[in-house]
């Protein structure tokens, strides 16, 4: 058995469940990071550590960041928009966080109320916060609106680039780009992983992108093929952007472990046990609509799965 090539960061519980109007009971959220980490996911976004008053939704964090990491061999991973959410997701026991920072300073403005300049000075607090309170914890980037903006249109790839140093900089341990607004394609993706690893090199992170438009696949293919080897992805397609209503969100998880499955590179999940996750999604969720093609048409006739799960079993 050979260990997953990719790594799948199941981001539904945080990009999820923060864009959908209604909260989802605790005791479902933990059923159903339970059923993701019993299909083989071993890193989970699981909430953010925001003001309960901005988004209801993730009022309950703590407590599931901190039954999560109680799952053996699992990353729990938390969105923290500033230093006081990463006291306090330091507090519940997360072991890696994320913050976004947008490449447009429109976004950036609307988004945090707050300039790049200023959210890269944010980013340096909280990388000594941590350095300093809880060194076994890592500490990652994401660069959101880093392939258009629904506010200023374009970004300039130079400023892309110019943040990601930025931020290497500032001390994280992984730089990812994020189509928070989902208006990337392959060539683009390409392009622009290729810049920052020049730049950056092993400290580029994970590819975070959505299905808006329908090139999530074909996106996350060109990213693999520039070397990136981790992969922001939500049970559903559940999340995105509240500018395309009747979209699709994030990447698809089910139907992205389908692709690199069947392409012979191993994600570590078993596609079975994932779509049967969905389950507890549409339990906690009654009537919100979910995303898949893979969980539409089935998992083919004869599909051999590059992740073998030997008497329950994984690598
Ligand atoms: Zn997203």
């Not at 083989?40 to 990491?69: C, N, T, W, Y």
Request: glycine share 10%.
């Amino acid at each position: 058995m050979s260990p997953p090539a990719v790594l799948i960061s199941e981001v539904g519980p945080r990009d999820g469940l923060q864009s959908v109007p209604r909260t989802m009971p605790t005791a479902h959220k933990l059923a159903w990071i339970d059923a993701l980490h019993a299909a083989g996911l071993r890193e989970i976004e699981v909430g953010s550590f925001v003001p309960a008053k901005l988004l209801p939704q993730m009022a309950d964090v703590a407590e599931v960041v901190a039954h999560a990491a109680r799952l053996p061999g699992l990353t729990v991973m938390a969105l923290v928009p500033n230093r006081r959410g990463a006291e306090a997701a330091l507090t519940a026991g997360a072991h890696k966080l994320t913050i976004p920072v947008s490449a447009s300073e429109a976004h950036s403005l609307a988004n945090v109320r707050k300039t790049r300049e200023q959210m890269v000075g944010e980013v340096r607090d909280i990388v000594a916060a941590v350095r300093a309170t809880a060194p076994a914890v890592k500490v990652e980037c994401g660069v959101s609106t880093a392939f258009g903006c629904t506010i200023q249109g374009a970004v300039p790839e130079a400023d892309v680039v110019g943040l990601a140093v930025e931020l290497a900089e500032a001390g994280v341990d992984e730089v990812g780009l994020s189509d928070t607004t989902g208006m990337a394609n392959p060539a683009q993706v390409r392009r622009l992983f290729r810049a920052v690893r020049a730049e950056i090199g092993e400290r580029t992170g994970a590819a975070h992108l959505h299905n808006t438009r329908g090139l999530g696949l074909a996106n996350s293919l060109a990213a693999w093929e520039e070397g990136v080897r981790t992969f922001d992805a939500s049970q559903g397609g559940l999340g995105g952007c509240p500018y395309a209503p009747g979209a699709s969100g994030n990447v698809v998880t089910e139907d992205l472990v389908f692709m690199f499955e069947a392409m012979g590179i191993a994600t570590g999940v078993d596609l079975d046990r994932l779509i049967a996750a969905r389950t507890h999604l549409q339990a906690g969720l009654p009537g919100e609509p979910l995303y898949g093609m893979t969980p539409e048409a089935g998992v083919p006739r004869g599909f051999v799965p590059a992740t073998r799960v030997v008497d329950g079993a994984r690598p």
